[in-house]
Nanobody
């Protein structure tokens, strides 16, 4: 069983910044990769950024140059630094983690979501 706890969301003005955190706990052999998704009302959930166990990163075109994903392996935590926020970034943000179980199989888990609202 794996639990993901997200924090850091809130209300911010356009041009502002937020830093999201997602901490993983439970029983697993290792973390293969972590990612952030977001979902705005009426939209499908979309991938925002991802990071592999080797610290390779990918970003959606809409956030390149503004968002940075990072991880702290010792804390089993992934972060999303969001700068130059605009109203189009408003959404519920979800972290996702792929773990390697003790059996050797992979498992995928979601955080509870944290609301980000960008508004003046």
């Amino acid at each position: 069983q794996v639990q993901l706890v997200e924090s850091g969301g809130g209300l911010v003005q356009p041009g502002g910044s937020l830093r999201l955190s997602c901490a993983a706990s439970g029983s697993f052999f290792s973390i293969n990769g972590m990612a952030w998704f977001r979902q705005a009302p009426g939209n499908q959930r979309e991938l925002v950024a991802s990071i592999t166990g080797g610290d390779n990163t990918t970003y959606a075109d809409s956030v390149k140059g503004r968002f940075t994903i990072s991880r702290d392996n010792a804390k089993n935590t992934v972060y999303l630094q969001m700068n130059s926020l605009n109203p189009e970034d408003s959404a519920v943000y979800y972290c996702n983690v792929q773990v390697r179980r003790w059996s050797g199989a992979s498992g995928n888990y979601w955080g509870q979501g944290t609301q980000v609202t960008v508004s003046s």
